[in-house]
Nanobody, 127 residues
């Protein structure tokens, strides 16, 4: 089992940047694929970005491609989400998640595939 704690959210003006971190407990962090999802008020949770266990493969939603970058440090048990050129539409609670499923069968884009979730961190982008 792994526990996840997000940090780094806040209020930023449109066009600005934020960097989110997700610290994981336990010694098996490198055995989990990791993802970031977000949920805006009145909307369903949606995929943002994901990264393979080794960090060699990354996946992005079309809405954030070219603006957001996911990365991980398996020595620090941490996954990151660097968010640039933020837009008001990016306002949401951002969650990190961990998936145990073997990567060959993992649908990175589906929140149902992820087993462990953090408590979320609020990101607000003002226009």
């Amino acid at each position: 089992q792994v526990q996840l704690v997000e940090s780094g959210g806040g209020l930023v003006q449109a066009g600005g940047s934020l960097s989110l971190s997700c610290a994981a407990s336990g010694r098996t962090f490198s055995s989990y694929a990791m993802g970031w999802f977000r949920q805006a008020p009145g909307k369903e949770r949606e995929f943002v970005a994901a990264i393979s266990r080794s960090g060699g493969s990354t996946y992005y939603a079309d809405s954030v491609k070219g603006r957001f970058t996911i990365s991980r440090d398996n020595y620090k048990n941490t996954v990151y989400l660097q968010m640039n050129s933020l837009e008001p539409e990016d306002t949401a609670v951002y969650y990190c998640a961990a998936a145990r499923r073997p990567e060959m069968t993992l649908n990175y884009y589906s929140d149902a595939e992820f087993d462990y979730w953090g408590q979320g961190t609020q990101v607000t982008v003002s226009s």
